[in-house]
Nanobody, 119 residues
């Protein structure tokens, strides 16, 4: 099982980034996909999640209206488009997969990608 994030980096306030997470080794279309972030000195935060077939999404209040989660089940990939970035969005962003139904005990994490918002 692998979740490989990419797309992080340094961006100025107000800028945009798109994170990608490519999954392998499990049935991607049967998993809810999420993005978490963890900033130094802060608790880990659930940023957004998307249902297994992409019909339902949910966002943390702190990113609502600025971030968009999406998925392409044909490519085993989940995305996080981040617009209007703020310094407080600086964190390591993690992609996670959680199984549904009989797979509910399965929970996988990627290695994380750093996002730094600074001028």
């Amino acid at each position: 099982v692998q979740l490989v994030e990419s797309g992080g980096g340094l961006v100025q306030p107000g800028g945009s980034l798109r994170l990608s997470c490519v999954a392998s080794g499990f049935g991607f279309s049967r998993y809810v996909m999420s993005w978490y972030r963890h900033a130094p000195g802060k608790e880990r935060e659930l940023v957004a999640f998307i249902s297994s077939v992409g019909l339902s999404t949910n966002y943390a209040d702190s990113v609502k209206g600025r971030f968009t989660i999406s998925r392409d089940n044909a490519k085993n990939t989940v995305y996080l488009k981040m617009n209007s970035l703020k310094p407080e969005d600086t964190a390591v962003y993690y992609c996670t997969a959680r199984g549904v139904g009989v797979l509910a005990a399965n929970n996988y994490w990627g290695q994380g990608t750093q996002v730094t918002v600074s001028s």
